[in-house]
């Protein structure tokens, strides 16, 4: 029986050479000696291989086997005896079906298998197919190469399997072999690769070790940025098991926080039983904005708990944000002067400065704040009493008409920011004042001063919350704007108690209720919370069709969005009910809702989504693209591939975009360049602020404020110089042009806006929160901004955030060591231990870092804490270092 087929084997090999004689001969001509010996040989042993005794069988496939293996290959071709062999494949395939079940049979079929590798037909998967009838040897001693082949091929068979819902035990046990393979070979994002194919991410738990983990978690956080959901928390949740597995409580914190699974964190501060790592947690957790109660299970000692506290609460923020002023000498009080630099412009600028005195005098009152914020001293509001001016503090506070008088009060909270004990001594004056405004900014002060510090007697509350059912409108702005403001992101359900009637009350001003949906918001920021989202949404109900073309109207449905800022689809039940609402806000609500729920992750469906409702050309009067062109840029900020994808998106918008969405397209790429002013987006927003539509002009200005927002940038201050000379007789833009220099020096080049921290891993929500009201609020400047309402510009106050690096020792004293400080450089998935950072500088810590800088230590003589340089960092004494003698 076998002789026939074999002679049929043999006469199949031996038929090609008739037809291709003379081109074999030119061919065998071009080959070196020693090539053509080892083709003959393998030649040979083909012929060998079908020979009938097994003995011979047997050593023409070892030998066969020691030709494959020694062979070397350079890298861009075929090692040679699978060049050779590439005629044969079809006839060893053939003669493997004849041979009867043997050892020799699965040797011929491993060979068979690495054959394929170069022979097989596209989607044939004949090298797996082989591998599973082969001899269960070592994977790793076929090559690298025929490794990443077959996990390829698993991969393609496993959808294949699913689907059919075949058995794959079989391609399990392979997948363990090949995945062992890649964690020895440092080809980790392989092995990650292939286990996310197959769907079976635990197994990684058991292959990492502590050479490798590092590598692979870095590849896991970096992966799941661009994986679809739930995929990507599922890539997270195995990060996290492998960080707490090998003792990185910090990054294991840190992945904890990006979840936002409170219980991850509780699992951390339980895993670790070192103190001054715990410190360290709790600087990142005072960093990322959050609420959080430690208990007896995560620290046993109360008094080192009261400890621990205090640092979530921030309470020593303000300490440290003057020891970095301090270290880089910028004490000294800045006027609003001092900003503007007009001695740099020519003569008619400074002409037309006298002009409407009370709204430039409202503009020096932000720039003054913004410039001093959290320095404690300024020029115009906390001027000594016994200096020649008489208390000119007060003068100063009168120089503002009515309304301006909220906003120039409230302006002492700013320089006072995050010192609550000294802060609240020195409002208290004006809470003595007969005029309402004056109340209202107080009220908003102390606010402003308690944003992101917790107190545990909760002063905001009790000053507050007073003040919030009186009757004058503006005292009862002030005091819920202030409640929101220093509660964000606390959930404090004594506040809701007392806020959420407001909501549904019917002779509550419109204006109240609109501050009320969104100060609830923020407190709640990205809680779902059911109470608030219901009242909230009755709220929007009862408005009747007048009120629904009054601006400040648009603050509820973001009040509803805040709620579910980042979390998905968790949104929907509200997104459903709110295509109950009037026309005249449905859509404007279904924008909101849609763009806060997915902003920051990135997600390119809803981008596509929102790019969609953009291209529609409407009627006038449609609001609903203003909150969607923002939306683009909420979502899209995740991710750096997304953000460069969205500002081309954004640039096209403006060529055919209708008016409305050209008025939110600067603010937009303000929110996404935001404390970072990239070259490109400075050059369109420069085009944009001469634009001939005043908004679409003061939209710019405002947003070239934000993108150099702490920055100094000399560029951005020059344009703006600039333009405060060519408005100078509009009254309107060059405010927005004060606003905006203000803000290019906020806290004189200390501060920064941007929600993102950590490598720019993790979003702070209530900074992302302050953010969007305030750009919401922009999308209708002339009511909003420049009418009554100017005070929400104070909102920023929830994204400002010293940018320093500040090294502390083990008691939390600062300590100055020296640091590299350099662009970052993404080192994912790449071999050795290539550099983190490039073009750097070595300076000695407290250290300023702009975006996009990362900073390492420059000496071995202490360990950081933190796995990334940023913020409050402990140093702990290396044991293992020598001085060089």
Same mark, same amino acid.
């Given at each position: 029986?076998?002789?026939?087929?074999?002679?049929?084997?043999?006469?199949?090999?031996?038929?090609?050479?008739?037809?291709?004689?003379?081109?074999?001969?030119?061919? *065998?001509?071009?080959?070196?000696?020693?090539?053509?010996?080892?083709?003959?040989?393998?030649?040979?042993?083909?012929?060998?291989?079908?020979?009938?005794?097994?003995?011979?069988?047997?050593?023409?496939?070892?030998?066969?086997?020691?030709?494959?293996?020694?062979?070397?290959?350079?890298?861009?071709?075929?090692?040679?005896?699978?060049?050779?062999?590439?005629?044969?494949?079809?006839?060893?395939?053939?003669?493997?079906?004849?041979?009867?079940?043997?050892?020799?049979?699965?040797?011929?079929?491993?060979?068979?298998?690495?054959?394929?590798?170069?022979?097989?037909?596209?989607?044939?998967?004949?090298?797996?197919?082989?591998?599973?009838?082969?001899?269960?040897?070592?994977?790793?001693?076929?090559?690298?190469?025929?490794?990443?082949?077959?996990?390829?091929?698993?991969?393609?068979?496993?959808?294949?399997?699913?689907? &059919?819902?075949?058995?794959?035990?079989?391609?399990?046990?392979?997948?363990?072999?090949?995945?062992?393979?890649?964690?020895?070979?440092?080809?980790?994002?392989?092995?990650?690769?292939?286990?996310?194919?197959?769907?079976?991410?635990?197994?990684?738990?058991?292959?990492?070790?502590?050479?490798?983990?590092?590598?692979?978690?870095?590849?896991?956080?970096?992966?799941?940025?661009?994986?679809?959901?739930?995929?990507?928390?599922?890539?997270?949740?195995?990060?996290?098991?492998?960080?707490?597995?090998?003792?990185?409580?910090?990054?294991?914190?840190?992945?904890?926080?990006?979840?936002?699974?409170?219980?991850?964190?509780?699992?951390?501060?339980?895993?670790?039983?070192?103190?001054?790592?715990?410190?360290?947690?709790?600087?990142?957790?005072?960093?990322?904005?959050?609420?959080? &109660?430690?208990?007896?299970?995560?620290?046993?000692?109360?008094?080192?708990?009261?400890?621990?506290?205090?640092?979530?609460?921030?309470?020593?923020?303000? &300490?440290?944000?003057?020891?970095?002023?301090?270290?880089?000498?910028?004490?000294?009080?800045?006027?609003?002067? *001092?900003?503007?630099?007009?001695?740099?412009?020519?003569?008619?600028?400074? /002409?037309? /400065?006298?002009?409407?005195?009370?709204?430039?005098?409202?503009?020096?009152?932000?720039?003054? /704040?913004?410039?001093?914020?959290?320095?404690?001293?300024?020029?115009?509001?906390?001027?000594?009493?016994?200096?020649?001016?008489?208390?000119?503090? !007060?003068?100063?506070?009168?120089?503002?008409?009515?309304?301006?008088?909220?906003?120039?009060?409230?302006?002492?909270?700013?320089?006072?920011?995050?010192?609550?004990?000294?802060?609240?001594?020195?409002?208290?004056?004006?809470?003595?004042?007969?005029?309402?405004?004056?109340?209202?900014?107080?009220?908003?002060?102390?606010?402003?001063?308690?944003?992101?510090?917790?107190?545990?007697?909760?002063?905001?509350?009790?000053?507050?919350?007073?003040?919030?059912?009186?009757?004058?409108?503006?005292?009862?702005?002030?005091?819920?704007?202030?409640?929101?403001?220093?509660?964000?992101?606390?959930?404090?359900?004594?506040?809701?108690?007392?806020?959420?009637?407001?909501?549904?009350?019917?002779?509550?001003?419109?204006?109240?209720?609109?501050?009320?949906?969104?100060?609830?918001?923020?407190?709640?920021?990205?809680?779902?919370?059911?109470?608030?989202?219901?009242?909230?949404?009755?709220?929007?109900?009862?408005?009747?069709?007048?009120?629904?073309?009054?601006?400040?109207?648009?603050?509820?449905?973001?009040?509803?969005?805040?709620?579910?800022?980042?979390?998905?689809?968790?949104?929907?039940?509200?997104?459903?009910?709110?295509?109950?609402?009037?026309?005249?806000?449905?859509?404007?609500?279904?924008?909101?809702?849609?763009?806060?729920?997915?902003?920051?992750?990135?997600?390119?469906?809803?981008?596509?989504?929102?790019?969609?409702?953009?291209?529609?050309?409407?009627?006038?009067?449609?609001?609903?693209? !203003?909150?969607?062109?923002?939306?683009?840029?909420?979502?899209?900020?995740?991710? &750096?591939?997304?953000?460069?994808?969205?500002?081309?998106?954004?640039?096209?918008?403006?060529?055919?975009?209708?008016?409305?969405?050209?008025?939110?397209?600067?603010?937009?790429?303000?929110?996404?360049?935001?404390?970072?002013?990239?070259?490109?987006?400075?050059?369109?927003?420069?085009?944009?602020?001469?634009?001939?539509?005043?908004?679409?002009?003061?939209?710019?200005?405002?947003?070239?404020?934000?993108?150099?927002?702490?920055?100094?940038?000399?560029?951005?201050?020059?344009?703006?110089?600039?333009?405060?000379?060519?408005?100078?007789?509009?009254?309107?833009?060059?405010?927005?042009?004060?606003?905006?220099?203000?803000?290019?020096?906020?806290?004189?080049?200390?501060?920064?806006?941007?929600?993102?921290?950590?490598?720019?891993?993790?979003?702070?929500?209530?900074?992302?929160?302050?953010?969007?009201?305030?750009?919401?609020?922009?999308?209708?400047?002339?009511?909003?901004?420049?009418?009554?309402?100017?005070?929400?510009?104070?909102?920023?106050?929830?994204?400002?955030?010293?940018?320093?690096?500040?090294?502390?020792?083990?008691?939390?004293?600062?300590?100055?060591?020296?640091?590299?400080?350099?662009?970052?450089?993404?080192?994912?998935?790449?071999? !050795?231990?290539?550099?983190?950072?490039?073009?750097?500088?070595?300076?000695?810590?407290?250290?300023?870092?702009?975006?996009? *800088?990362?900073?390492?230590?420059?000496?071995?003589?202490?360990?950081?804490?933190?796995?990334?340089?940023?913020?409050?960092?402990?140093?702990?004494?290396?044991? *293992?270092?020598?001085?060089?003698?």
């Amino acid at each position: 029986m076998s002789d026939p087929k074999s002679g049929a084997g043999t006469s199949q090999t031996k038929a090609p050479p008739k037809d291709h004689k003379k081109k074999d001969e030119k061919k *065998d001509e071009d080959l070196s000696e020693e090539d053509l010996a080892l083709k003959q040989q393998l030649e040979l042993y083909v012929e060998r291989v079908q020979d009938p005794d097994p003995g011979l069988q047997k050593v023409a496939l070892e030998s066969m086997r020691q030709e494959i293996r020694t062979s070397t290959s350079s890298m861009t071709s075929v090692p040679k005896p699978l060049k050779f062999l590439r005629p044969h494949y079809g006839t060893l395939k053939a003669f493997y079906e004849t041979m009867p079940e043997s050892d020799l049979k699965k040797y011929l079929a491993d060979i068979l298998s690495v054959l394929a590798l170069t022979m097989s037909a596209e989607g044939e998967r004949e090298s797996l197919k082989y591998r599973l009838l082969g001899s269960e040897g070592d994977i790793g001693l076929w090559g690298h190469e025929y490794v990443r082949n077959l996990a390829g091929e698993i991969a393609q068979e496993y959808m294949k399997r699913q689907s &059919e819902e075949a058995p794959i035990e079989d391609l399990m046990e392979l997948v363990q072999q090949i995945v062992a393979f890649h964690m020895k070979h440092n080809a980790e994002p392989e092995a990650v690769d292939l286990l996310m194919e197959v769907e079976d991410l635990d197994l990684l738990v058991e292959h990492v070790d502590s050479t490798n983990f590092r590598r692979t978690c870095l590849y896991l956080t970096s992966a799941a940025r661009y994986l679809p959901g739930p995929d990507d928390m599922l890539v997270l949740d195995i990060a996290y098991t492998i960080y707490l597995k090998f003792e990185e409580y910090a990054n294991a914190l840190q992945i904890a926080l990006f979840l936002d699974n409170l219980q991850h964190v509780r699992q951390v501060f339980e895993s670790c039983d070192d103190l001054l790592r715990k410190k360290q947690f709790c600087y990142i957790l005072a960093r990322h904005g959050i609420a959080f &109660e430690l208990d007896d299970e995560m620290c046993a000692e109360d008094s080192d708990r009261e400890f621990l506290q205090d640092i979530i609460n921030n309470a020593k923020l303000s &300490e440290g944000y003057l020891t970095l002023a301090r270290d880089i000498e910028v004490m000294e009080p800045k006027s609003p002067e *001092d900003i503007y630099k007009a001695h740099l412009l020519d003569g008619r600028a400074s /002409a037309g /400065a006298s002009v409407d005195s009370a709204r430039q005098n409202l503009a020096a009152t932000f720039v003054n /704040a913004f410039v001093n914020a959290g320095f404690g001293q300024d020029k115009l509001m906390t001027v000594p009493p016994d200096s020649s001016s008489g208390g000119s503090s !007060g003068n100063w506070l009168f120089k503002n008409k009515e309304h301006g008088k909220t906003s120039a009060a409230a302006s002492l909270g700013m320089i006072l920011l995050w010192d609550v004990d000294s802060g609240l001594a020195q409002i208290d004056k004006y809470f003595h004042s007969n005029d309402n405004h004056v109340i209202a900014g107080a009220l908003l002060g102390v606010g402003i001063v308690n944003c992101s510090v917790n107190n545990d007697c909760d002063p905001a509350l009790a000053l507050l919350s007073e003040y919030i059912g009186k009757e004058d409108s503006s005292i009862r702005i002030g005091a819920i704007m202030g409640l929101g403001i220093a509660y964000a992101g606390a959930q404090n359900e004594q506040i809701r108690s007392s806020l959420t009637p407001i909501l549904n009350d019917a002779k509550a001003p419109l204006d109240v209720i609109a501050f009320t949906a969104i100060s609830l918001g923020l407190i709640y920021v990205g809680s779902c919370n059911e109470e608030v989202a219901q009242a909230i949404i009755i709220a929007l109900m009862d408005r009747s069709d007048s009120e629904f073309g009054e601006p400040l109207t648009r603050l509820l449905p973001l009040g509803l969005g805040l709620l579910y800022l980042g979390k998905q689809e968790s949104v929907e039940a509200t997104a459903e009910v709110s295509k109950t609402f009037n026309e005249k806000i449905r859509k404007y609500c279904d924008m909101t809702l849609l763009s806060c729920a997915y902003a920051g992750t990135g997600n390119v469906l809803k981008v596509q989504n929102l790019l969609g409702h953009c291209a529609q050309h409407l009627e006038k009067g449609e609001t609903h693209q !203003g909150p969607a062109v923002l939306g683009i840029a909420m979502v899209a900020m995740g991710e &750096e591939l997304g953000l460069e994808m969205s500002i081309r998106s954004l640039e096209h918008l403006l060529q055919y975009g209708e008016q409305n969405i050209r008025r939110a397209v600067p603010l937009a790429l303000g929110l996404l360049c935001i404390s970072n002013p990239k070259v490109n987006v400075m050059d369109t927003l420069s085009r944009l602020s001469h634009d001939t539509d005043s908004e679409v002009a003061m939209a710019a200005v405002i947003s070239l404020g934000l993108i150099g927002s702490g920055t100094n940038n000399a560029r951005i201050a020059g344009m703006l110089r600039n333009l405060s000379s060519y408005y100078y007789k509009d009254a309107s833009l060059l405010f927005c042009v004060r606003i905006a220099q203000g803000l290019v020096h906020l806290g004189k080049g200390l501060l920064t806006l941007n929600p993102y921290h950590s490598d720019r891993f993790l979003l702070s929500p209530t900074a992302l929160a302050g953010l969007v009201t305030m750009l919401h609020a922009c999308l209708d400047m002339k009511a909003i901004i420049l009418g009554k309402y100017h005070y929400v510009l104070y909102f920023l106050v929830l994204a400002m955030q010293p940018r320093m690096l500040m090294t502390v020792d083990e008691n939390l004293k600062p300590l100055s060591v020296p640091v590299r400080v350099g662009q970052a450089v993404d080192v994912v998935g790449q071999a !050795g231990r290539p550099k983190t950072i490039t073009g750097f500088q070595t300076h000695s810590t407290p250290v300023l870092l702009a975006a996009g *800088d990362r900073a390492e230590l420059a000496t071995e003589k202490y360990i950081p804490l933190s796995p990334i340089l940023e913020g409050h960092v402990i140093l702990k004494e290396n044991p *293992d270092y020598r001085e060089d003698s």
